[in-house]
């Protein structure tokens, strides 16, 4: 966890376990030349916080490590907003605010005083909502910037240790509420399982959790390579084919799309009903969305995006041609020629590429995405369609389906650029000019079909 000469920001939150962890830090500061500093999080959620934040503002002063205390506000979204919970929306505060105390001090890493009994209760939590191999990893002694030195001890050692050395510590009361999951699996069922079961039932559930992150970290390293194989970077996502995700485990498809989502800040350990919505996605059912941390996952058709909001749609915007239109928001160019019919013209098989009777198309076209009730008149097909059930039918996935340039000509849809060119203006024997439309970007690559 420490290799000597960081800085080290210790969380303290007053209780025994966070008072031993400072302890213990400072003990090894001088041997492993650490910067030792310390934070605070007053979440106001209890009358007695401002004195825990005073019992450890007095602590700190005592043994002379640099404290900072940082006050959070835990609200409610505003209607219609999602909740998942007090303990969740305090925790997503706390980290926020170890991560702007780290930042203050410069600190490399951030210290945490989880036990061995955090650990197996949080195995049993994960355990009873469903949670996969990943959830049932329980805490991780090692992720990202935090470390969690005392993850093998024992709570009752932790208390012993500070009574031995004379060291107070706070009680939060809010730790013996039934209202709280937590709290139950520790009141209750864990002494049940020590009692019960077995005496070392506590150190079972802590080597579970052992080999279930050992287990996920070697289908974490298989991931990697297949999200890098079948994966290809799109306008701030990665787009993966879902049947190639289906010919894989379960778990090991669920861990491609986070190894995908980790490439972009997202991914790690879900809850159980995040978990279950990646299966449903994975099985084709319904939702066909899931988030994975900061990341979204969403099926379309043949093709599973993970990503951040998808990119903004198409503007709207008149064209006058021959010429040239630039298409920023797709990272795209249009571009327009006349030219005098050859002799043993062929049409271009290029579906980047559409040629019209330059005779039968105003000088002034329109570009513009696609609208609601928007309607086709496909080259080569049968007769008139939905739009969007031509862009389903093509493969095309929901996120790109605003993105997919349409050129319109009196009202009409002569081209869905990049895919194929209505039945307007068709060039013929009679026809003398023909205008050539290319699209330059990376939407002008053809489709797969799933």
């Given at each position: 966890?420490l290799?000597?000469?960081?800085?080290?920001?210790?969380?303290?939150?007053?209780?025994?376990?966070?008072?031993?962890?400072?302890?213990?830090?400072?003990?090894?500061?001088?041997a492993?030349?650490l910067?030792?500093?310390?934070?605070?999080?007053?979440?106001?959620?209890r009358?007695?916080?401002?004195?825990?934040?005073?019992?450890?503002?007095?602590?700190?002063?005592?043994?002379?490590?640099?404290?900072r205390?940082e006050?959070?506000?835990i609200?409610?979204p505003?209607?219609?907003g999602?909740?998942d919970?007090?303990?969740?929306?305090?925790?997503?505060?706390?980290?926020?605010?170890?991560?702007?105390?780290?930042?203050?001090?410069?600190?490399?890493?951030?210290?945490?005083?989880?036990?061995?009994?955090?650990?197996?209760?949080?195995?049993?939590m994960?355990?009873?909502?469903?949670?996969?191999?990943?959830?049932?990893?329980?805490?991780?002694?090692?992720?990202?910037?935090?470390?969690?030195?005392?993850?093998?001890?024992?709570?009752?050692?932790?208390?012993?240790?500070?009574?031995?050395?004379?060291?107070?510590?706070r009680?939060?009361?809010?730790?013996?509420?039934?209202?709280?999951?937590?709290?139950?699996?520790?009141?209750?069922?864990?002494?049940?399982?020590?009692?019960?079961?077995?005496?070392d039932?506590?150190?079972?559930l802590?080597?579970?959790?052992?080999r279930?992150?050992?287990?996920?970290?070697?289908?974490?390293?298989?991931?990697?390579?297949?999200?890098?194989?079948?994966?290809?970077?799109?306008?701030?996502?990665?787009?993966?084919?879902?049947?190639?995700?289906?010919?894989?485990?379960?778990?090991?498809?669920?861990?491609?799309?986070r190894?995908?989502?980790?490439?972009?800040?997202?991914?790690g350990?879900?809850?159980?009903?995040?978990?279950?919505?990646?299966?449903?996605?994975?099985?084709?059912?319904r939702?066909?969305?899931?988030?994975?941390?900061?990341?979204?996952?969403e099926?379309?058709?043949?093709?599973?995006?993970?990503?951040?909001?998808?990119?903004?749609?198409?503007?709207?915007?008149?064209?006058?041609?021959?010429?040239?239109?630039?298409?920023?928001?797709?990272?795209?160019?249009?571009?327009?020629?006349?030219?005098?019919?050859?002799?043993?013209?062929?049409?271009?098989?290029?579906?980047?590429?559409?040629?019209?009777?330059?005779?039968r198309?105003?000088?002034?076209?329109?570009?513009?995405?696609?609208?609601?009730?928007?309607?086709?008149?496909?080259?080569?097909?049968?007769?008139?369609?939905?739009?969007?059930t031509?862009?389903?039918?093509?493969?095309?996935?929901?996120?790109?389906?605003?993105?997919?340039?349409?050129?319109?000509?009196?009202?009409?849809?002569?081209?869905?650029?990049?895919?194929?060119?209505?039945?307007?203006?068709?060039?013929?024997?009679?026809?003398?000019?023909?205008?050539?439309?290319?699209?330059?970007?990376?939407?002008?690559?053809?489709?797969?079909r799933?």
């Open positions: 966890m290799r000597g000469g960081e800085v080290v920001l210790a969380s303290v939150s007053g209780g025994a376990d966070s008072v031993a962890l400072l302890d213990t830090l400072r003990a090894l500061a001088p492993l030349d910067t030792l500093h310390a934070v605070h999080v007053d979440h106001g959620l009358p007695e916080s401002a004195t825990d934040a005073a019992f450890v503002t007095d602590l700190c002063r005592a043994w002379n490590i640099p404290l205390v006050r959070v506000e609200a409610r505003a209607a219609g999602a909740w919970g007090l303990e969740a929306a305090a925790r997503r505060a706390r980290y926020a605010a170890f991560r702007r105390a780290a930042t203050a001090f410069g600190a490399a890493c951030v210290a945490t005083g989880h036990t061995a009994d955090d650990q197996a209760e949080t195995v049993v994960r355990l009873l909502d469903g949670a996969g191999p990943r959830g049932l990893g329980g805490i991780a002694p090692v992720r990202g910037p935090y470390i969690r030195p005392l993850l093998e001890t024992r709570r009752h050692v932790v208390e012993a240790h500070l009574l031995a050395r004379g060291i107070g510590w009680e939060d009361a809010t730790n013996a509420d039934p209202r709280f999951t937590r709290n139950r699996i520790r009141h209750d069922v864990l002494p049940f399982l020590v009692a019960r079961w077995d005496p039932a506590v150190e079972w802590t080597r579970g959790a052992e279930a992150r050992a287990a996920a970290a070697a289908l974490e390293t298989e991931a990697r390579a297949i999200a890098v194989a079948i994966g290809r970077a799109a306008s701030g996502a990665v787009v993966l084919p879902a049947r190639e995700l289906e010919r894989l485990p379960g778990e090991l498809a669920a861990e491609v799309l190894a995908a989502a980790a490439g972009l800040g997202g991914g350990a879900q809850r159980a009903a995040g978990e279950r919505a990646l299966r449903r996605l994975l099985d084709g059912g939702p066909r969305a899931a988030r994975l941390g900061r990341v979204r996952c099926r379309s058709g043949p093709w599973v995006r993970v990503g951040g909001v998808p990119p903004d749609d198409l503007r709207e915007r008149a064209w006058q041609v021959p010429g040239e239109m630039a298409l920023p928001e797709l990272g795209a160019r249009l571009s327009a020629r006349c030219c005098l019919r050859p002799v043993g013209w062929a049409p271009a098989r290029d579906p980047a590429r559409a040629e019209f009777d330059a005779d198309v105003p000088a002034r076209l329109t570009v513009r995405a696609r609208r609601a009730g928007d309607r086709f008149l496909p080259w080569g097909g049968p007769g008139e369609r939905r739009l969007k031509f862009l389903i039918d093509a493969g095309v996935p929901r996120w790109e389906r605003s993105r997919i340039p349409l050129l319109e000509a009196d009202g009409e849809i002569i081209w869905v650029a990049g895919l194929r060119r209505g039945r307007a203006a068709p060039v013929t024997e009679d026809t003398r000019r023909i205008l050539e439309v290319t699209l330059a970007s990376p939407l002008a690559v053809p489709i797969a799933g």
